[in-house]
């Protein structure tokens, strides 16, 4: 019912930056928040930033000033800014949608990954 696709991942040097998007589509009766996780090998996965309808913003510790999180409700997409890279940001980044599909069927999901590389 709701499709998500990722872009933007790929290979950089430490100190330099990336910026992911992400779109949803599909039957979307309200969007609720959207964000990025991620999963680094032999590790759960992890969020990263989330950002509200409203525009509040949630981020993790470890990416707080260097990441930036954004959306376009009217397109149901949100990107995430990424500076300063570490080789630690090294991961699949996925991106979430909270959304309903109906008037009371709410679901959360998942686009396929993108990799994200950051060498040292």
């Known amino acids: 019912q709701v499709q998500v696709v990722e872009s933007g991942g790929g290979l950089v040097q430490a100190g330099g930056s990336l910026r992911l998007s992400c779109a949803a589509s599909?039957?979307?009766?309200?969007?609720?928040?959207m964000g990025w996780y991620r999963q680094a090998p032999g590790k759960q996965r992890e969020l990263v930033a989330a950002?509200?309808?409203?525009?509040?913003?949630n981020y993790a510790d470890s990416v707080k000033g260097r990441f930036t999180i954004s959306r376009d409700n009217a397109k149901n997409t949100v990107s995430l800014q990424m500076n300063s890279l570490k080789p630690e940001d090294t991961a699949v980044y996925y991106c979430?949608?909270?959304?309903?599909?109906?008037?009371?069927?709410?679901?959360?999901?998942w686009g396929q990954g993108t990799q994200v590389t950051v060498s040292s």
């Open positions: 979430n949608a909270d959304a309903y599909t109906g008037v009371t069927i709410r679901g959360h999901y």
């Open positions: 950002i509200t309808s409203g525009g509040s913003t």
């Open positions: 599909g039957i979307i009766f309200t969007m609720n928040a």
